[in-house]
């Protein structure tokens, strides 16, 4: 069975610092995708970032960016010089790439950012 | 360009009773999937339809069914609701068939009461 485990369930960061999500996920396929999404209160899930598991290179989007360890079935979330605006519900998923386009989430992790 | 589109936003419905959801997908998508997200918990996947048939299903019960038109629209329908079924319905959408692995796009969820 595919599991995706976020041991976080809330996080509490300061402007402009930086926070790092974990996740740790199982699996017994060599091909498929990593995504973190983003939930704000409005509802709509956001793609924040996609890491393709055959790529060793950690993805990265602006302030965005993962620490992926294949190996040890890792994932992890950095958010740089966090903003207000990244309060939000956190989630990482897993997509078999034989599963179409069946998203396996984690539980989330709730981050708030403070001024 | 129109993203996704869920209608209707909230929804309080009795036990025993039928519910439809719509969906409309982004402007040049073609795959629709539904997703379920209880309260506090990830989204877990119900079904996809590409090609206005059903393409994968996760385990949901038969309450559970779906429809897709040909402008790609699609609609939820649950039977027989349960307490239970209290949760945000997530749809999200996509270009091409299951295996694509294009990005999905998510509307801002329907949330269904049960009472």
């Known amino acids: 069975a595919q599991t995706v485990t976020q041991s976080q369930p809330e996080m509490s960061v300061q402007e402009a610092e930086t926070v790092t999500l974990s996740c740790t996920y199982d699996?017994?396929?060599?091909?498929?995708?990593l995504f973190w999404y983003k939930q704000p209160p409005s509802r709509q899930m956001i793609l924040v970032i996609r890491?393709?598991?055959?790529?060793?290179q950690n993805a990265t989007e602006n302030r965005f960016s993962v620490n992926f360890q294949k190996a040890a079935k890792s994932f992890s979330l950095k958010i740089s010089d966090s903003q207000l605006g990244d309060t939000a519900m956190y989630f990482c998923?897993?997509?078999?790439?034989?599963?179409?386009?069946?998203?396996?989430f984690g539980k989330g992790t709730t981050l708030s950012v403070s001024s | 360009d129109a993203g996704v589109t869920q209608s209707p936003t909230h929804l309080i419905k009795t036990r025993g009773q039928q519910v439809t959801l719509r969906c409309s997908p982004k402007?040049?998508?073609?795959?629709v999937s539904w997703y379920q997200q209880a309260l506090g918990q990830g989204p877990q996947f119900i079904f996809q339809?590409?090609?206005?048939?059903?393409?994968q299903r996760g385990n949901f019960p038969d309450r559970f069914s779906g429809h897709q038109f040909p402008n790609y629209s699609s609609e939820l329908n649950v039977n027989a609701l349960l307490l239970g079924d209290s949760a945000l319905y997530l749809c999200?959408?996509?270009?091409?068939?299951?295996?694509?692995?294009?990005?999905?796009?998510f509307g801002n969820g329907t949330r269904l009461t049960v009472t």
């Open positions: 998923a897993l997509l078999n790439n034989q599963a179409g386009t069946a998203l396996i």
């Open positions: 699996t017994s396929e060599s091909n498929y995708y």
């Open positions: 890491q393709e598991a055959y790529k060793q």
């Open positions: 999200a959408s996509s270009l091409g068939p299951p295996g694509e692995n294009s990005p999905l796009h």
């Open positions: 339809y590409y090609e206005e048939e059903e393409r």
């Open positions: 402007s040049g998508h073609d795959t």
